[in-house]
């Protein structure tokens, strides 16, 4: 899970085109009844989103269940995010979609809605899957209506990535139970000291925004459309291109030229929101010394944070679904998987997997460290709903508060075109 413009929506494939489009044909060949052998040998699609990175990982594991479950094998595909969903969107439609696949909480509701996920208690009560020894109650992530769209593999919660060396030399601490009144005093302090932006723009962040809702007895959806109106919008989009016209927000232009890099680890910003589990990237992007901090409050406690997680889901239509929950049961709870997987794709969600990966470097001990004491803080709730459309308009979300920010259109018509997006997509 995570925002469009810091998650792995933006990471670009370095596979050859050849090398992709071998896999893409391997996971299109076979499905349903086709996908069986005279030996009893069964064969299922799986599908993510990621770089090669991810796809190394996630073949090391494959072996591991293949190894333990001879007669099933297991054919893959990757994509980049936003060509992952392109695809899914194609064979969804076609009624091929893979057997099982990555998933996120946007995609629930919408993809459910069209029947085209498999509620997987059915194979819980088989015993298939097991939904024992998730951490923190992550489970709750992938229900939807009293059905489990989803399994968690890893759990991360939004976070404040910041440059620590910008903030010693501008005398700033981020310390928990700062407020927003403090946090945006912090980011002119350091603009002012070290004329570098204090932020990287995080008014275009839908899944921060949702955060400050919750901190104002509000959130970013309800079950079925918008939980703020155009006033609270307007206000946060102005207050964020204020800051943007006074420097203290990276100008969105230098945003933009240092796209794939972040311009925190490019070095033109101090501070920006993202998962915490992000935390990885700045490190091999940039010079400097990056940690977490804490999310800025309204009244000095309450963050609005949850746990939010990527999931493995099912088809419906999948003609193998026991062996697709023995695939999901054992890359979540298997902990040769865990030590393979890492954190790669959030804080690993079972506590085997958990336990058994240990970090070496000081990166991932902070980020588990960060997501321990979060927890223990009991500062966190649960995620609110998605309804179908989620994702349509977290992307209008990102699109709209740039232009915005750059001055292609005003603060009262961006917002404007907002909501009427938004009310498209809720109805499409």
């Known amino acids: 899970m995570g925002t469009n413009r810091n998650v792995e929506r933006r990471t670009i494939l370095k596979a050859a085109g050849a090398t992709a489009a071998t896999l893409g044909l391997a996971a299109t060949t076979g499905c349903g009844g086709n996908s069986g052998s005279g030996d009893g040998t069964v064969t299922i699609r799986y599908a993510w989103w990621g770089?090669?990175?991810?796809?190394?990982?996630?073949?090391?594991?494959?072996?591991?269940?293949?190894?333990?479950?001879?007669?099933?094998k297991v054919k893959t595909d990757f994509q980049d995010y936003v060509a992952f969903w392109e695809?899914?969107?194609?064979?969804?439609?076609?009624?091929?979609?893979?057997?099982?696949?990555?998933?996120?909480?946007?995609?629930?509701?919408k993809y459910d809605k069209r029947g085209i996920l498999l509620d997987l208690k059915s194979q819980v009560d088989a015993g298939n899957l097991s939904l024992d020894n998730f951490r923190a109650g992550v489970t709750k992530v992938g229900e939807v209506d009293g059905k489990?769209?989803?399994?968690?593999?890893?759990s991360n919660t939004m976070?404040?990535?910041?440059?620590?060396?910008?903030?010693?030399?501008?005398?700033?601490?981020?310390?928990?139970?700062?407020t927003w009144?403090?946090?945006?005093k912090a980011l002119k302090t350091i603009y002012d000291k070290t004329k570098v932006p204090g932020d990287t723009g995080y008014f275009s962040i839908m899944y921060l925004y949702d955060l400050y809702l919750r901190q104002n007895g509000k959130a970013f959806f309800t079950k079925d459309g918008l939980g703020f109106d155009k006033a609270d919008l307007t206000e946060w989009w102005q207050d964020g291109y204020n800051l943007t016209k006074a420097g203290v927000i990276t100008d969105p232009k230098i945003v933009a030229q240092d796209r794939p890099k972040s311009s925190l680890s490019a070095g033109h910003a101090a501070s920006e929101f993202t998962w915490d589990n992000f935390t990885v990237r700045y490190t091999a992007e940039g010079d400097s010394e990056y940690g977490l901090a804490p999310i800025p409050t309204m009244d000095g406690k309450d963050t609005g944070q949850y746990l939010a997680s990527l999931m493995l889901s099912a088809s419906a239509r999948t003609s193998h679904p026991k062996e697709v929950a023995q695939f999901i049961d054992f890359m979540v709870h298997d902990a040769e998987v865990g030590k393979i997987m890492g954190y790669d794709r959030?804080?690993?969600?079972?506590?085997?997997?958990?336990?058994?990966?240990?970090?070496?470097?000081?990166?991932?001990?902070?980020?588990?460290?960060?997501?321990?004491?979060?927890?223990?803080?009991?500062i966190l709730g649960t995620i609110t709903p998605h309804p179908s459309g989620a994702d349509t308009v977290e992307a209008a979300f990102l699109r709209i508060g740039g232009d915005m920010s750059l001055g292609k259109v005003k603060v009262s018509d961006a917002v404007k075109q907002f909501f009427d997006e938004s009310e498209a997509a809720f109805q499409a």
């Open 148 to 154: 489990q769209l989803g399994v968690p593999v890893g």
């Open 159 to 178: 976070a404040l990535v910041i440059d620590k060396k910008a903030f010693a030399k501008a005398g700033v601490e981020a310390t928990p139970g700062w």
């Open 51 to 72: 770089a090669e990175e991810r796809a190394k990982r996630i073949n090391q594991s494959i072996a591991l269940f293949e190894k333990k479950y001879p007669k099933i």
């Open 346 to 378: 959030g804080i690993l969600a079972t506590t085997e997997q958990y336990e058994a990966f240990k970090p070496t470097d000081a990166v991932a001990k902070e980020i588990a460290q960060y997501e321990e004491d979060t927890a223990k803080a009991g």
């Open 87 to 109: 695809k899914f969107q194609t064979q969804a439609a076609g009624g091929n979609p893979p057997d099982v696949f990555q998933n996120a909480v946007a995609y629930l509701r």
């Open 181 to 184: 009144d403090d946090y945006f």
